[in-house]
């Protein structure tokens, strides 16, 4: 009887990686949020915009440096990406000191996309979960900043299963702060996607990380959303 109610509480327990803080045991990813807790640590408050999300935001520091230099640096703004993260390893992060001292305007919000790709991949409702619960985490941390929530985008060559699994997180998301004052649902992917529904290797090379051209698209797409009065003016 003991064992049949350990099997039943088992299966009915709630699957809560998405939305349970957890760091990442990597000497990189140690290093690399060393790196970002440095930058959170030196702009403080004069940050006005940050970017939160895995290795999609990170690529601002790559691909897309040259557009955010011109586009976001003048509102000092944060890349809090890391690659690879999960929604998990980011909610870690901001429990954890990445938001720390900080009082941005806006932050801009872009994960969920790893806990679909990896080798442990979770269903659409744990992925759901997970990126309410990093927009949940920014409100309570940050109490005067707005959220502009993205979609999670589109991956894949073409049409595919976890592109499903992805539009239907993002429906969710919509309807989820569809009424909160303190976030908007922007999606902004299907920018990236042709009219036969395919992906541009100009836009994203490998199917999933933005070229230039893709960040140039994100850039133009949420500018008017996040200008700062340093930019404004």
């Known amino acids: 009887m003991f064992k049949l109610f350990l099997t039943l509480f088992f299966l009915v327990l709630p699957d809560l990686t998405s939305t349970t803080p957890i760091a990442r045991d990597h000497d990189w990813w140690i290093a690399r949020n060393a790196q970002l807790q440095s930058n959170v640590d030196r ?13 999609i935001t990170q690529g601002w520091e790559g691909n897309g440096a040259a557009i955010w230099q011109q586009t976001f640096a003048p509102c000092n703004a944060i890349n809090l990406g890391i690659g690879g993260d999960r929604t998990e390893h980011v909610l870690w992060r901001m429990q954890n000191g990445n938001l720390r001292g900080l009082a941005p305007e806006v932050a801009v919000v872009m994960i969920g996309t790893n806990n679909f790709g990896q080798e442990e991949s979770d269903s659409a409702a744990v992925v759901l979960d997970g990126v309410v619960a990093v927009v949940e985490q920014l409100k309570k941390s940050l109490p005067n900043v707005h959220v ?6 589109p991956r894949g060559k073409s049409f595919n299963a976890m592109r499903g699994s992805i539009l239907q ?9 569809a009424t909160d004052s303190r976030v908007s649902f922007f999606p902004i992917g299907h920018l990236f996607i042709e009219e036969d529904g395919s992906i541009n290797p100009d836009i994203m090379p490998d199917y999933l990380h933005l070229s230039k051209q893709g960040y140039q698209i994100w850039a133009e797409a949420i500018a008017p959303q996040v200008l700062c009065e340093t930019v404004a003016d």
């Open 148 to 153: 502009l929530l993205l979609d999670i985008f």
């Open 169 to 177: 997180v993002n429906q969710a998301l919509q309807a989820t702060f």
């Open 43 to 55: 702009l403080g408050s004069q940050a006005k915009v940050i970017f939160v999300g895995d290795s």
